[in-house]
């Protein structure tokens, strides 16, 4: 079921919730996400494991699920042999998946998957039913998520703008004829790439979120973080700007940033602080995430909170808790 407002609608009333890191609670309900379409792979070969990841965050106190087409391309699922109508199914079958993952509907005392493919109606992490109301988030992952082998972390592909565009252009028209409550352009290393993003889905009716990863204040190609803010500032159909996939360190100058180089409400979900070693393909490091960040964030501009790798459902309900002492 559709929510009865907008996500523009609800940001300007106060902070949402966003759900955090797929891929790990994939991970923690046992599956394997070794091959090259990592969480995608999933869409096709065991989808209720997804429906049960997008329902352990509505339990959490997501308020937004973000789906499972970050790493989903027609290119991607060709090398496996999938046909062009197969992918656009599966990729429709994204926005299907985080939509019915509210309505919990399967026995169970945990909220995990049952023998039927059902997800249980247990209280879960978060301690209660999921919020009233659950945008769905199209998630549309950069280029360097394609290729697999950590360019979404470096940007600069040697592809131009124009180039891009034609990459992202399908995969855009078909998640927006699944009718999500918005896309999620995220994880974007490159404002080359977010220019290529902005011209695809204008126009196409369904608003837009902007989310670059980051390294140190700058985009991880290098540029001028606020010079790549900038180019969403003017455009009605982008309803928040911000940051994902960073340390949450990285996160707390930028909040400010973008809200004062926009004027837009902020999106901010970084990840746990363990590093990726693409290489190694292994997460190393310590994780930082703190949910009492929220209070920092929400002061500078941030409408949109959540986390991105290696942040679960534990700590997503952490911040809801956080988030809704606020508004109380």
């Not at 599956?31 to 969480?39: F, G, N, Q």
């Not at 965050?57 to 087409?69: E, F, K, N, S």
């Not at 926009?262 to 970084?270: A, D, H, I, L």
Request: proline share 5%; aromatic share 6%.
């Amino acid at each position: 079921m559709r929510p009865a407002r907008t996500l523009a609608a609800a940001l300007a009333e106060g902070p949402v919730v966003l759900d955090g890191g797929l891929s790990n609670q994939l991970e923690s309900q046992g599956c394997d996400l070794s091959d090259e379409l990592w969480s995608a792979r999933l869409l096709a070969d065991d989808p209720r494991q997804i429906r049960a990841a997008h329902a352990a965050y509505a339990r959490a106190g997501a308020q937004v699920l973000t789906t499972a087409g970050y790493q989903a391309t027609f290119e991607g699922f060709a090398r496996r042999g999938l046909s062009h109508g197969e992918a656009a199914r599966l990729l429709a079958r994204s926005v299907e998946l985080a939509r019915g993952a509210g309505e919990l509907d399967g026995p169970g005392d945990s909220g995990g998957v049952g023998e039927s493919g059902g997800v249980g109606r247990g209280r879960g992490e978060g301690g209660g039913p999921p919020p009233s109301e659950l945008w769905v988030a199209a998630s549309v992952g950069p280029y360097g998520a394609f290729l697999a082998d950590g360019s979404e972390y470096r940007g600069r592909y040697g592809l131009s703008v124009r180039e891009l565009e034609r990459f992202h252009r399908p995969r855009i028209e078909t998640l927006v004829a699944a009718e999500p409550d918005v896309l999620a352009l995220e994880t974007v290393p490159d404002a080359d790439e977010a220019e290529a993003l902005l011209r695809v889905v204008e126009g196409c009716g369904v608003p837009v979120w902007l989310s670059y990863s980051i390294e140190g204040g700058r985009t991880r190609a290098g540029q001028d973080l606020a010079s790549a803010f900038a180019l969403v500032a003017g455009l009605d159909q982008v309803i928040a700007v911000g940051v994902n996939c960073c340390t949450p360190a990285d996160a707390d100058g930028a909040v400010s940033l973008a809200a004062s180089v926009t004027g837009k409400p902020v999106v901010v979900y970084p990840n746990s602080g363990e590093r990726w070693d693409a290489e190694g393909r292994r997460w190393a490091g310590g994780a930082t995430f703190d949910a009492g960040r929220v209070g920092e964030w929400l002061a500078a501009g941030a409408r949109l909170v959540g986390g991105c790798c290696r942040v679960g459902p534990a700590e997503i309900a952490q911040l809801a808790a956080r988030v809704r002492g606020r508004a109380a």
